[in-house]
């Protein structure tokens, strides 16, 4: 196939849309289902090239969670522990942890399950059966992976009234080194961001703190991937092999901290036993209960006890989860990871990342305000490291 003709471009009004390769060749891609459109494609590949190279780093099946060309998570495919399976709403998947690729992709969803609403799933291995049925139950707007077994490609076929978007890419493609595009009619030229993103840009610690586990690096470096496709400014917290809140697009780099510091909060109380333990109604959509969690976390106290709220939602009125009760529990979250795409023009971020339990900073430095920043994690016992490397992505 060398061209493929879209409905419409980004938007209705955008005709004449299609994809092809400037070069004539077929394009590296097959469409198994469905009719996925501009914004479809663009999240499609900006998220496979996250998970091939979240895969080359690591060589553990991987998946990610993408949303308007950001992904709201990316994971590595580790078992779970009971907590886990019960949070991302898996536990009643026979055997999870014996699909790596199941584990990654309930991890990526289970992340930030309100922004995953819809969302556009790249697998970095042929998708099993098992990571099928966790993918079918969710509301998405397509799937891009190398290869699919054949019963978990007629399972996705039947989501969407047999419409949902999906592309087969051939894995052994590998782009041309330089990137064109046309903006107002003007083209713009550069070379593919292909920098390798390993433990060597970690050597250059700061900080008089310089005790970086192993597995801390492995989440900076998963925090660090994840950036590089995700939309600047841009923020993320790592944990446990994953990326657990990504502040995107913002143009102030304190608002991408506290962007992903919140989301990053959100998914810790998830797991808490307040939020587990709620007895929800057994005919509610996944989508409602996820607003109504995030609700109940977030919200003030009284507010989905406001007219009786909560019965629609509850087989029985849930205690409040306080101000306080949230504060002590995210008090005792410690060891997390954060990389940001560019330098921290002052340590106000770094306060912000502390609060939410960070404890180890990767940035690429190169502000006049290094010394301050550096001072603030001396003082906050945070261990930071500086990359030299900047991860803009637009």
Known sequence: MKMFELKYGVNPNQDNAMIFMRDGSDLPITILNGNPGYINFLDAFNSYQLVKELKYAFNIPCATSFKHVSPTSAALGLELNDKQKKAFFVEDIENINTSPLACAYARA???????????FIALSDKCDLTTARVIQREVSDGII?????????????????GKYNIIKIDNSYIPKKDELRDVFGITFSQNKNDI?????LLRNIVTKNKDLPKEKVRDLIVAMITLKYTQSNSVAFAYDGQTVGVGAGQQSRIHCTRLAGDKCDTFMLRQS?????????KDIKRPT??????MYINETESSIYDNDMWKEFFEEKPEPFTKQERKEYLSKV?????????????????????????KYIAQPGGSVNDKLVIKSCDDLGIV??????RLFHH
């Open 334 to 358: 410690a060891g997390l990871c954060l990389s940001s795409d560019a330098f921290f023009p002052f340590s106000d971020n770094i306060v912000r990342a502390y609060n939410s339990g960070v």
């Open 273 to 281: 036993d307040k939020v587990l333990n709620l007895k929800f109604k």
């Open 196 to 200: 390798e993103l390993d433990e060597k």
């Open 109 to 119: 969803r289970g992340t930030d399950r309100m922004s995953s609403f819809g969302d």
């Open 289 to 294: 209960r996820d607003n109504v969690i995030d």
């Open 145 to 161: 992976a190398p290869d699919y077994d054949e019963d978990a490609l007629n399972l996705l076929k039947q989501k969407k009234n």
């Open 384 to 389: 930071s490291a500086f990359t030299g490397i």
